[in-house]
């Protein structure tokens, strides 16, 4: 698997950058909270106009600087075309498309370098937000409980030679009301057509 | 006694029999029609002097013909498993991954039923099947019956937690443009695989051990395809009823090193399943798939020092995918087996790719370069949580799971004291109906025996030859199958009981037999065996000691060149041809064979 992870993985570390009236300590923690809230004492009238003027903190600090190089190693076209053909995206017309292209993709991969800045040792990913706690997980437990009514759609045959048979009676459910092929555009009676040739 | 009726063959072979015989010149066998006419006491133009040809001599005489006129030929017979002299320098390795479709009422991440209108495409498609923008998949339970079933009997540890996986690639058979699998987490992990010379091991595999141990990496579960035809050019008509459709992957480690240990595995993977009603479709309905990977070392070196899952030192494999039959198992891996040893023995490189094989070709084809291997970009679905099973649920589904069909053949081998190769025969006829006939019928006789002295193992071989040969036979040639039988295990039990205390010879019992399936259960006017003995008075009158030396007699008479050849050239095999014609001729439900040829003997010794 080549492409995107290694890109990525021989990027140099963010650079220390100035920009205009961001603070430029922010830049090292992507979301940390700005420093005006430090001054603030309590009592003092807030005054939100001035509390607004100056932005704390600027999406520009994802993209990549302009007039500076970047460090990170060049995409090349044939990995390019690569990534669009995984992606099932149109290739480029044109060169000058191509380099848009590859302007965008590195910029891209520039915030995706400096969200990998983060210090993430022996935190396990999120995959989705769940109850993981021990009595969550007992909850959604599949069981015996769980499996009672299909363990009792089964027969045993036989007296001498037992074995396990599933019952096959076929149920009418009301989920058969719905048409598969109301939504397609291209059908042959109850088939969806496809066009499988390459110049689409 | 009455006078036996004599056997004649019909006219249109007599010009045929007018013919003088010699050895030299080959004639139509008229034992098969005689035998027909016989068995019907019809008679047309009187006998010729030559006498019918058993069948058995009949083939033997061609085979020595043929063998023969090869010598002549200088032909050579090829030696039936001519082993490669190149595989003394080149030792294969496989792994195979099988695909089997689960047994279950409701796909797996939808409830759209997975039987029911048959025949209409389309008709089982749930939203998230169709991959409606906003559709979910919610885990169908019902589902895990039959995957941990299968994990239990092919040894696996059922893991208590496990993940579901997107698997991302765009093709018009996959409505979401990912398929759902078990990438990161499979369900169950470290099971193994027993194979004997029996289920068709090779001896240089085995190499003098009982068995050899085929190790399972995994078995996770999976989504199915939709189903596609091509129609025209580069139209294709899709059906997605078969999408969603719950799989598991049982992926073996590479352990395995001969073509024939292989298909093997397979062979033995569907039938485990099958017994425990985990996948009861097989490889020729579709409902089982094999991937295999093949890569071969020089024997002693470490190949190109790849390793899969613990295994080391191995070449490098290529992929041969969808193979849908055993004998495409086997001939896929030999051929692409001896293409890889052709290109390393050029001194060339062989490039991990994947390859196709169709029926009837002499060589995989290459379907995909490395280059062009996909990336899948595998990521946990988030739409799924992970799934836990209860341990209480895989203890009782190992401690109720249905016996394999090993243990099964073992039991049946001991118990009933059949030889291997019929417990397996009667162990896989008709979905374990026909052992389970034979059981009843064995316990059914010995309830009945007065005494306890007749044993399980003779009761039993008697039982097992009736059922898959005569009962076998009836089901061929009145071309009904085993669910039609009306024939019930009490029927057989009372003909076997009166076999077993000589109230009647087998001749008789084969004819009850008959008689007793043409009368359908449901008719009032079924008989028992008992009253069908007494009607057609059928019981064993035993010939007297003087009678049965009366007809031996009577026979030698008839034929002294019989006589001649066994009392002189000492041919012993004629001895039972004189017992078949004293069976023939003698009144039905005489003639014992056994008591018939020590009476042969004797008189043609004396």
């Known amino acids: 698997m080549s492409g995107l992870r290694a890109v990525i993985s021989n990027a140099a570390p963010l650079q220390h950058v100035k920009l205009g009236s961001c603070r430029a300590n922010a830049l090292h923690r992507p979301f940390s909270r700005g420093s005006r809230r430090e001054t603030r004492e309590k009592g003092e009238e807030v005054d939100a106009a001035a509390l607004l003027a100056e932005p704390t903190w600027s999406v520009a600090s994802l993209l990549p600087p302009s007039g500076q190089t970047s460090q990170a190693p060049e995409i090349s076209s044939k990995q390019l075309h690569h990534l669009l053909r995984l992606s099932a995206l149109a290739p480029p017309k044109d060169a000058e498309e191509e380099s848009k292209m590859l302007e965008t993709l590195a910029s891209q991969l520039h915030f995706v370098r400096d969200i990998q800045q983060v210090d993430t040792t022996g935190v396990e990913p999120l995959q989705s937000l769940r109850d993981e706690t021990a009595s969550g997980e007992n909850a959604s437990e599949l069981g015996m409980a769980a499996l009672s009514v299909a363990l009792g759609k089964e027969d045993v045959r036989g007296k001498f030679h037992k074995r396990i048979r599933r019952r096959r009676d076929v149920e009418q459910t009301d989920e058969a009301a719905w048409d598969p092929l109301s939504t397609a555009s291209k059908k042959v009676g109850r088939f969806f057509v496809v066009e499988g040739g390459k110049n689409e | 006694m009455s006078t036996p009726i004599r056997r004649q063959a019909p006219p249109t072979l007599a010009r045929v029999l007018s013919t003088c015989t010699s050895s030299a010149t080959r004639l139509p066998r008229p034992c098969v029609v005689a035998k027909w006419l016989h068995s019907r006491n019809l008679t047309t133009a009187t006998p010729r002097a030559q006498e019918t040809v058993p069948l058995r001599k009949h083939l033997k005489d061609e085979a020595k013909r043929k063998k023969a006129e090869a010598k002549i030929n200088n032909a050579v017979a090829p030696k039936k498993h001519q082993l490669d002299p190149r595989l003394a320098r080149w030792e294969l390795t496989v792994g195979i991954e099988i695909h089997a479709e689960l047994n279950t009422t409701s796909k797996l991440f939808s409830a759209a039923p997975t039987e029911g209108q048959e025949g209409m495409a389309n008709s089982r498609v749930a939203v998230f099947d169709a991959a409606l923008p906003g559709a979910q998949p919610h885990f169908q339970a019902a589902t895990l019956l039959p995957a941990v079933r299968a994990a239990i009997a092919l040894g696996c540890e059922v893991q208590r937690k496990s993940g579901w996986d997107r698997k991302h690639y765009f093709h018009w058979d996959q409505p979401n443009g990912y398929q759902i699998t078990q990438y990161y987490h499979p369900f169950a992990r470290n099971g193994s695989l027993a194979l004997t010379a029996a289920d068709g091991v090779p001896d240089e595999e085995l190499q003098g051990a009982e068995s050899v141990m085929v190790g399972i990496k995994q078995i996770q579960m999976e989504q199915d395809t939709a189903k ?45 399943l099958r017994s425990v009603d985990a996948c009861v479709t097989g490889m020729e309905l579709g409902g089982l798939r094999a991937d295999v990977n093949v890569s071969v070392r020089e024997r002693g070196t470490t190949g190109t020092g790849t390793s899969y899952s613990g295994v080391s030192g191995l070449g490098q494999r290529t992929e041969i995918k969808n193979l849908s039959s055993f004998k495409a198992i086997e001939d896929a891996i030999v051929a692409e087996r001896d293409r890889q040893i052709s290109v390393l023995e050029a001194g060339g490189v062989i490039e991990g790719e994947t390859r196709g ?83 009843h019928t064995v316990q059914l006789v010995q309830q009945s025996l007065p005494d306890e002295t007749t044993d399980k193992p003779k009761i ?27 024939l019930t295990p009490q029927d057989l039990a009372d003909i076997l009981l009166n076999l077993l205390q000589k109230q009647i010879t ?96 004797r008189l043609l010794a004396g």
């Open chain 2, 357 to 439: 094989w169709t029926l009837g070709a002499t060589e995989t084809t290459r379907l995909r370069r490395k280059e062009g291997e996909v990336d899948y970009r595998y990521m946990p679905d988030p739409d799924l949580p992970p799934l836990i099973i209860g341990t209480d649920l895989v203890e009782h589904l190992r401690l109720t799971l249905p016996e394999l069909p090993a243990e099964t053949i073992q039991r049946v081998h001991s118990a009933y004291g059949l030889s291997l190769k019929d417990a397996k025969t009667i162990v896989e006829l008709d979905d374990g109906d026909r052992l389970e006939f034979m059981e």
């Open chain 2, 228 to 272: 596609t035809t091509n129609h025209g050019n580069s139209t294709y008509h899709v059906d997605l009823n078969r999408a969603g459709l719950p799989l598991i992957e049982v992926i073996t480690l590479p352990q395995i090193h001969s073509p024939q240990t292989a298909a093997a595995v397979v062979r033995k993977v569907q039938a485990a």
């Open chain 2, 460 to 486: 039993g071989k008697l039982a097992a030859n009736w059922i898959l040969h005569e009962l076998g036979g009836l089901l061929t040639t009145s071309e009904t199958s085993w669910e039609d039988l009306t």
């Open chain 2, 506 to 601: 087998a001749r008789v019992g084969k004819q009850l037999l008959n008689t007793l399936h043409e009368t359908p259960t449901t008719s009032e006017h079924r008989p028992s065996v008992e009253q069908l003995i007494e009607q057609g008075n059928l019981r064993l009158r035993p010939l007297s000691e003087q009678g049965y030396e009366e007809l031996a007699r009577a026979i030698m008479e008839g034929h002294p060149e019989m006589v001649e050849a066994v009392r002189v050239k000492g041919q012993r095999g004629k001895v039972m041809w004189f017992v078949g014609q004293m069976v023939r001729r003698g009144e039905e439900g005489t003639v014992e064979p056994e008591r018939a040829r020590v009476v042969v003997e």
